[in-house]
Nanobody
Framework: QVQLVESGGGLVQAGGSLRLSCAASGSIRSINIMGWYRQAPGKQRELVAAITSGGSTNYADSVKGRFTISRDNAKNTVDLQMNSLKPEDTAVYYC??????????????WGQGTQVTVSS
């Protein structure tokens, strides 16, 4: 089992910045992908950004140029730096990790979520 503990988040005015951090613990071998998803009220959970153990990144179009994901493999942490925040970024943000159990089987883990609220 892998446990994901998030920190950061909160209330910020539009145009401001926040930084989210997530630390993985437990059986952390073979965690290939770590990332962040978000879910706004009445909407489906969506990918915000992800990063592989090799450093390849993927961003939602809506956050490109504003958000930066980074990862420390030695510390098993993943951070999301969010700049130029907009009211539409308001959501609960979830840390995610995908662990390769076998070449044919992967397991997903989720953090408890942290609220990000951007006021206009």
């Amino acid at each position: 089992q892998v446990q994901l503990v998030e920190s950061g988040g909160g209330l910020v005015q539009a145009g401001g910045s926040l930084r989210l951090s997530c630390a993985a613990s437990g059986s952390i071998r073979s965690i290939n992908i770590m990332g962040w998803y978000r879910q706004a009220p009445g909407k489906q959970r969506e990918l915000v950004a992800a990063i592989t153990s090799g450093g390849s990144t993927n961003y939602a179009d809506s956050v490109k140029g504003r958000f930066t994901i980074s990862r420390d493999n030695a510390k098993n942490t993943v951070d999301l730096q969010m700049n130029s925040l907009k009211p539409e970024d308001t959501a609960v943000y979830y840390c995610h990790a995908k662990q390769t159990i076998t070449p044919a089987f992967e397991r997903d883990y989720w953090g408890q979520g942290t609220q990000v609220t951007v006021s206009s």
